[in-house]
């Protein structure tokens, strides 16, 4: 069945390092969003895609935090460098762009930095 | 800024009918969604509202005032399964934000 997908579900690095987090949408659908959830601050949206072009990147750290989908098939989040206050679940989801309201989560990639 | 509001926390028991109240700041919303998250898991959606009234959907409905920027979601005959942590979402624009979410515990 179809669901979105994200690579990897783990990740353990060091202060400093770069992080990429990776993302298959479902098929046919246009629209993909980056959230962090922290038990703090909760669910963030950090960027939205629709057609491939950035629409809303307002919530994410400009300076070490950037999100690309370089195809329909793929979004990715990159972090350099990070820092342990990265540490959270990122998630990513996706949707039709008549129905953004409807999204799609994938299982999300548990980050530690530490 | 555009915030959300909801309980932290409510308990039930199995059968019972629980309400979970939201919030939201009036200025560009659109609507609200609802999603239910289990420990461990991801977010999946469960309603919109993008008008006054309730949507039904199974044991869940899902309720929007615009007028007194509030909304809620109500579970009917609670199940065990049903523990979980709760959020609305408004959309503002292009715009998303979550609220802080609700914890539901079912007790037997």
């Known amino acids: 069945d179809a669901r979105v997908t994200q690579t990897p579900r783990h990740k353990v690095t060091e202060m400093g390092q770069e992080v990429t987090m990776r993302c298959q949408p479902i098929?046919?659908?246009?629209?993909v969003f980056w959230y962090r959830q922290t038990m703090m601050q909760g669910l963030e949206l950090l960027a939205y895609?629709?057609?491939?072009?950035?629409?809303?990147d307002s919530g994410m750290p400009k300076d070490r935090f950037s999100a690309e989908m370089p195809d329909a098939t793929l979004a990715t989040l990159k972090i350099q460098p990070s820092e342990p206050r990265d540490s959270a679940v990122y998630f990513c989801?996706?949707?039709?762009?008549?129905?953004?309201?409807?999204?799609?989560f994938g299982p999300g990639t548990r980050l530690t930095v530490t | 800024g555009q915030s959300l509001e909801q309980p932290s926390e409510v308990t039930a028991v199995e059968g019972a009918i629980v309400q979970i109240n939201c919030t939201y700041q009036?200025?560009?919303?659109?609507?609200l969604s609802w999603y239910q998250q289990h420990d461990g898991g991801a977010p999946t959606f469960l309603s919109y509202?993008?008008?006054?009234g309730l949507e039904e959907t199974g044991r869940f409905s899902s309720f929007l005032s615009r007028s007194d920027s509030y909304g809620y979601l109500l579970l009917q005959e609670l199940q065990m399964k049903d523990s979980a942590s709760y959020f609305c979402?408004?959309?503002?624009?292009?715009?998303?934000?979550f609220g802080p979410g609700t914890r539901l515990s079912v007790l037997p």
């Open positions: 989801a996706s949707g039709s762009s008549n129905r953004d309201y409807e999204q799609y």
């Open positions: 098929l046919g659908h246009n629209t």
């Open positions: 895609f629709r057609n491939r072009a950035p629409l809303d």
């Open positions: 009036t200025s560009g919303f659109y609507g």
């Open positions: 509202n993008a008008l006054d």
């Open positions: 979402a408004a959309l503002y624009g292009q715009n998303f934000v």
